[in-house]
């Protein structure tokens, strides 16, 4: 298990900015062109590409099952356990984060897939709307997008032997957003900036601690 330094706020505001002018590229060329090239291929109808996003539900439930563990057998942990609840803290702060963040941008959605919400396919709605509240507007971040970084940026840094599986696991769930028009790819950009940078600082604490040795008698 590794431990990494934190982050400077230089480091942050950099990656943000290049996060923001990929979004805004996104924005303005590439996610109207993915959406409707989706669409047209009917890639939907592979029902691998919806297993992909089911990927985030098993990271949900470990999550809740391993805080469960955790407080069972807090009086127990050691260091390998102590690595698992950074990733499930990452989880945690990366799904509140990601639902206030959908609200600061109302973004409409790809498709029409839930109460009817307005669309750029089903409506030619297409845009931001700012502080509005309700499903239509939840589009961005990606929220699946952003459980799926921060999980598998966690497990990247704290299990280095696990990294083709982090790296898979995040590329699949993307892959099966977009795929099944759930997503724009600004939407998918923006939720793996942020859930890496929560899972990056999260994981960038204090190494944890061997538990106290017992002082030798006599």
């Given at each position: 298990?590794?431990?990494?330094?934190t982050?400077?706020?230089?480091?942050?505001?950099?990656?943000?900015?290049?996060?923001?002018?990929?979004?805004?590229?996104?924005?303005?060329?590439?996610?109207?062109?993915?959406?409707?090239?989706?669409?047209?291929?009917?890639?939907?109808?592979?029902?691998?590409?919806?297993?992909?996003?089911?990927?985030?539900?098993?990271?949900?439930?470990?999550?809740?099952l391993?805080?469960?563990?955790?407080?069972?057998t807090?009086?127990?942990?050691?260091?390998?356990?102590?690595?698992?609840?950074?990733?499930?803290?990452?989880?945690?702060?990366?799904?509140f984060?990601?639902?206030?963040?959908?609200?600061?941008?109302?973004?409409?959605?790809?498709?029409?897939?839930?109460?009817?919400?307005?669309?750029?396919?089903?409506?030619?709605?297409?845009?931001?709307?700012?502080?509005?509240?309700?499903?239509?507007?939840?589009?961005?971040?990606?929220?699946?997008?952003?459980?799926?970084?921060?999980?598998?940026?966690?497990?990247w840094?704290?299990?280095?032997?696990?990294?083709?599986?982090?790296?898979?696991?995040?590329?699949?769930?993307?892959?099966?957003?977009?795929?099944?028009?759930?997503?724009?790819?600004?939407?998918?950009?923006?939720?793996?900036?942020?859930?890496?940078?929560?899972?990056?600082?999260?994981?960038?604490?204090?190494?944890?601690?061997?538990?106290?040795?017992?002082?030798?008698?006599?």
């Open positions: 298990m590794h431990s990494s330094t982050p400077s706020l230089r480091h942050v505001l950099l990656s943000l900015m290049v996060c923001a002018v990929l979004v805004t590229i996104c924005y303005a060329w590439v996610d109207p062109a993915v959406a409707f090239w989706v669409d047209r291929a009917d890639l939907r109808r592979w029902r691998f590409f919806e297993y992909c996003t089911h990927l985030v539900d098993v990271v949900v439930w470990a999550t809740v391993y805080y469960g563990y955790c407080a069972l807090w009086r127990h942990n050691t260091a390998q356990p102590r690595a698992l609840l950074k990733i499930a803290n990452s989880v945690t702060i990366a799904v984060m990601k639902d206030a963040l959908k609200v600061v941008f109302g973004r409409y959605w790809p498709a029409t897939w839930i109460n009817h919400n307005p669309s750029l396919l089903h409506d030619n709605a297409y845009g931001f709307h700012p502080f509005h509240v309700g499903t239509a507007f939840q589009s961005f971040p990606s929220g699946h997008t952003t459980v799926a970084c921060a999980a598998m940026a966690a497990l840094l704290n299990f280095p032997r696990w990294r083709p599986v982090a790296a898979l696991g995040a590329l699949l769930v993307i892959v099966g957003l977009l795929a099944n028009d759930y997503h724009f790819v600004g939407d998918c950009v923006a939720g793996a900036w942020l859930g890496t940078t929560v899972a990056v600082y999260v994981s960038s604490g204090r190494r944890t601690l061997a538990p106290p040795q017992t002082k030798p008698q006599g």
